[in-house]
T-cell receptor
Framework: KQEVTQIPAALSVPEGENLVLNCSFTDSAIYNLQWFRQDPGKGLTSLLL?????REQTSGRLNASLDKSSGRSTLYIAASQPGDSATYLCALGGGADGLTFGKGTHLIIQP | GAGVSQSPSNKVTEKGKDVELRCDPI?????LYWYRQSLGQGLEFLIYFQGNSAPDKSGLPSDRFSAERTGGSVSTLTIQRTQQEDSAVYLC????????????FGPGTRLLVL
């Protein structure tokens, strides 16, 4: 059974810093890896999707990487802003088994 | 077009009552998912529909849970004889064709069983 771990569980940094969120998984037989953000009381917003055959994806200030051999993904956020404060979730798989989620990293960007 | 919508947004019910949660996916999306998010468990996958068919219902927590999808569009998740441990946020997601594509989530239904 796929297990997904996100480190750290919580992170607080000053505005403007670059930061990295980590995600590790146990089963490399995945369809894809997806990063989401969740704001309090809201649903999930998809940030980036990396297909199994890809190594990274970029969108604006966000860059996500995937290394299946080591079972790791990172989400890099450049020049962080207070609006980036949210919980970031890593999710693996897809297919008929749905997504397997980590427990998330709660990020606070201090103005 | 419009995103995934869910109703009701909040539901408070008494233990033992039945509840029905509704999901309206993005128009044209053939794949639909239900997930549950609870404080202690994080986000867990419940069931997947491709069109009107759900190939595997083993992710549903108990036989009190059922789901259906008609016309390849709207889906309902029904919980019979609700228990306090059913309290959670129920999230629906859809993707265009295949399950490997980006999933787009609705805002969720927050269920509280008293």
């Amino acid at each position: 059974k796929q297990e997904v771990t996100q480190i750290p569980a919580a992170l607080s940094v000053p505005e403007g810093e670059n930061l990295v969120l980590n995600c590790s998984f146990t089963d490399s037989a995945i369809y894809n890896l997806q990063w989401f953000r969740q704001d309090p009381g809201k649903g999930l917003t998809s940030l980036l999707l990396i297909q199994s055959s890809q190594r990274e994806q970029t969108s604006g200030r966000l860059n996500a990487s995937l290394d299946k051999s080591s079972g790791r993904s990172t989400l890099y956020i450049a020049a962080s802003q207070p609006g980036d404060s949210a919980t970031y979730l890593c999710a693996l798989g897809g297919g008929a088994d749905g997504l397997t989620f980590g427990k998330g990293t709660h990020l606070i960007i201090q103005p | 077009g419009a995103g995934v919508s869910q109703s009701p947004s909040n539901k408070v019910t008494e233990k033992g009552k039945d509840v029905e949660l509704r999901c309206d996916p993005i128009s044209g999306h053939t794949a639909l998912y239900w997930y549950r998010q609870s404080l202690g468990q994080g986000l867990e996958f419940l069931i997947y529909f491709q069109g009107n068919s759900a190939p595997d219902k083993s992710g549903l927590p108990s036989d009190r849970f059922s789901a259906e999808r008609t016309g390849g569009s709207v889906s309902t998740l029904t919980i019979q004889r609700t228990q306090q441990e059913d309290s959670a946020v129920y999230l629906c997601a859809s993707s265009l064709v295949r399950a490997e594509e980006t999933q787009y989530f609705g805002p969720g239904t927050r269920l509280l069983v008293l």
